[in-house]
């Protein structure tokens, strides 16, 4: 536990550090991939509101075959879980307790494609995250009922760890992104 506490510390500064700002084009490795797993049908993407120097995963709504599918955001609730609910680009966003920008709770919907964010990754997929396990509750629960959740870690290059230190609860990605393409 306290290696993955200095690991947050180290990689949330070196973050912030190295932080840029990246271009739509860092998300066409992504689009291929979404592209070849749902040819033209409709989908549902999960994204996050970018914080405390997340990649800014908004980007992709330039695409407009992105903008034009369903996109969710995710709301945490008082006992630590989270859900995603509808969200549009201008749609009115609140604050939670985090600081975080959440959409209004209407329907809950599970993604088809999740993006999530991350402190750092290693070569077998696996993320480091703020600690409270928001992500890794979601998909345990979620990937038992929906085999086909697409889940794409989303960082900086610079984030990646040669082996991070894991536990049961932790889940593998599917891919990571990052802006020298996808692992």
């Known amino acids: 536990m306290q290696q993955k506490i200095q690991l947050r510390k180290k990689y949330f500064l070196l973050r912030k550090k190295k932080y840029f700002k990246i271009e739509k084009s860092f998300f066409l490795p992504l689009l291929k991939l979404i592209n070849l797993r749902f040819k033209k049908r409709r989908f549902k993407i999960g994204l996050y509101y970018p914080s405390n120097f997340e990649l800014n995963v908004l980007e992709i709504l330039k695409f407009d075959n992105i903008l034009s599918q369903d996109t969710l955001l995710p709301v945490t609730d008082k006992k630590s879980f989270m859900n995603f609910f509808s969200w549009k680009k201008n749609d009115v966003l609140f604050v939670n307790k985090f600081g975080i920008l959440e959409p209004a709770k209407d329907q ?3 993604p088809d494609i999740i993006l999530v964010p991350i402190l750092a990754f290693d070569k ?3 993320r480091l995250g703020y600690g409270k396990g928001f992500y890794d509750r979601y998909l345990n629960k979620y990937l038992k009922k929906f085999k086909n959740i697409l889940t ?9 760890h040669h ?8 889940v593998k990605l599917d891919f990571i992104l990052t802006e020298k393409g996808i692992y």
């Open 108 to 110: 809950l919907k599970v």
């Open 124 to 126: 077998k997929k696996y």
């Open 163 to 170: 082996k991070l230190p894991i536990n049961r609860n932790d």
């Open 152 to 160: 794409v870690g989303v960082a900086f290059s610079f984030q990646r």
